[in-house]
């Protein structure tokens, strides 16, 4: 039998779920928030992939967390407190490391970057609040309105920096560091910062675009006090203090359609949620193509969602370390970057396009444990990185691809921390098809569908679903392949609520 109805309907309970859910909630409405596994958090969760070694799920660290979020839900109320922002240390072979901290950094090329960092970043200002909008329809009579709305912190550039804009918005970033630095380690970070979680390299054209998207979250990375776990946590504290009903160990195997009109879903097990809204924080394909079927949508979007790209190149790596590396004397607690130049990661994507691990992968290394020592044991570490890039259809099959990229990741970073291997008790790495498996983000992409211009803004997931809502009566999308993406920041579930409330009003 159905069970009572509820007002809104929530799938998934990661960090834009349970934002969504949370600001429907504190506005009256009455919502139900269903998650498959048993806890929230999705990649923002944490787990023990070791007895005693508590890792990140996927997400190590988060930038630009969406302020609407934290404020209106009160998460420092529920326990989130943050360890102060990271530096990042670059390594490149033998080379002394290099430390830097937003726009600050030392050597030959200090004034160089804080001069290209302070011009990336006022445009990033200029593109932050698009982030917090709904993407503009362009069609009808508004859309110049739109577009003007939209476009008034972009004409206040004035007309030289709105053409520089223009350009750097068009251009790929390995030429912008090529142009604009002569030190290989900051080429390095900012190509692989650039394309960190994207599949293209630093040569790919718009590049720099997704470092304009980096910086327009926020300008340091964070790390939750407690792990990334702690934010988790405090977010399911706060959805529920707002009033949403959570129910974890609940998957949906059907969103129920009447009458051309999404009216609930049917969990696995048979039992059937009746709502008066289904709200959709799953991957955008998996919620239509799965969960709703070709036969309640129209052929033409059907067809479109279906060609959203949703490649994902990175791997995950946790280790289990009996003791304490040493990256050449840099320190553990700040964000490690492998990246030697922008080269070094345009050598790293071209293996991935043909099915093939690269030799010299790059990545991303975070010790949790230095900052929180309760996630080992005592004298211990964990390890985490974001390795790129991994192959998303491996020619040699999906195990011979992951035992090699392993290999070859251990192999850099025994480069970088000699005896690092002697130390690791166990090793785990995640690659693009376990992420899929395991998080539901179809093709092991995290940002649920490419982040590339194209698949942006009034493209996202597609034009016809762009403003959250879809064409199928009563079901609205708010996970990370609507606007503005992914990352764990939120905002792509509050606007949607936003949408909500407002439709609604």
Request: aromatic content about 4%; glycine content about 12%; overall charge neutral.
């Amino acid at each position: 039998m159905p069970t009572p109805s509820s007002e809104v309907l929530v799938i998934g309970g990661g960090v834009n779920g349970l934002a969504c859910a949370a600001r429907l909630a504190a506005k009256g409405r009455k919502v139900t928030l269903l998650e498959a596994s048993e806890v929230v958090g999705g990649g923002a969760g944490e787990r023990e992939f070791a007895p005693g070694y508590h890792a990140p799920a996927l997400a190590h660290l988060t930038q630009g967390l969406d302020t609407r979020v934290v404020e209106a839900m009160a998460l420092d109320r529920h326990g989130l407190a943050f360890h102060p922002a990271l530096a990042t240390t670059v390594l490149s072979g033998e080379a002394e490391s290099l430390t830097v901290r937003g726009g600050k950094t030392s050597g030959v090329d200090a004034a160089a970057w804080e001069a290209l960092h302070r011009k990336l970043s006022a445009f990033a200002r200029v593109l932050a609040p698009l982030r917090q909008m709904r993407p503009v329809r362009l069609a009808g009579e508004n859309r110049l309105f739109g577009l003007a709305r939209q476009g008034l912190g972009i004409r206040a550039l004035g007309k030289d920096d709105f053409r520089e804009l223009l350009r750097m918005v068009l251009i790929n970033v390995h030429d912008v560091a090529e142009d604009e630095l002569s030190d290989d380690r900051l080429k390095g970070l900012l190509a692989f910062d650039a394309t960190l979680g994207a599949w293209l390299g630093p040569r790919s054209p718009n590049s720099l675009i997704l470092y304009l998207d980096r910086l327009a979250r926020g300008a340091d990375p964070l790390l939750p006090k407690g792990g990334m776990g702690a934010l988790a946590v405090a977010m399911g504290k706060a959805a529920a203090a707002a009033g949403v009903e959570v129910r974890t160990g609940s998957a949906v195997e059907k969103i129920v359609v009447e009458g051309d009109r999404a009216v609930g879903v049917r969990l696995e097990g048979g039992e059937v949620v009746r709502v008066g809204l289904v709200v959709s924080a799953m991957n955008p394909r998996t919620t239509l193509h799965q969960l709703v079927g070709a036969a309640a949508l129209d052929a033409g979007f059907f067809k479109a969602t279906g060609h959203v790209r949703m490649r994902g190149a990175a791997a995950k790596l946790h280790l289990a370390l009996r003791g304490t590396p040493d990256f050449r004397g840099a320190d553990l607690k700040s964000r490690i970057v492998i990246a030697p130049s922008s080269e070094a990661v345009e050598r790293a994507f071209n293996p991935v396009k043909y099915g093939e691990v690269p030799e010299l992968p790059v990545m991303e290394v975070i010790l949790p444990s230095a900052h929180d020592p309760g996630l080992a044991p005592a004298g211990h570490h964990v390890l985490t990185a974001i390795v790129q890039y991994a192959p998303h259809a491996p020619k040699a099959g999906l195990e011979a691809a992951r035992a090699e990229m392993l290999e070859n990741t251990l192999n850099v970073l025994e480069q970088h921390s000699p005896g690092l291997r002697s130390l690791v008790v166990q090793a785990e790495l995640l690659m693009p098809q376990d992420i899929e498996a395991r998080f539901g983000m179809v093709g092991g992409n995290w940002h649920h569908g490419e982040l590339a211009v194209e698949q942006m803004l009034f493209n996202r997931p597609t034009f016809a679903a762009a403003q959250y809502s879809t064409p199928l009566p009563g079901l609205w999308l708010a996970g990370a392949g609507s606007h503005p993406g992914g990352g764990i920041n939120g905002a792509a579930g509050w606007n949607a609520a936003g949408a909500i409330l407002e439709a609604k009003a």
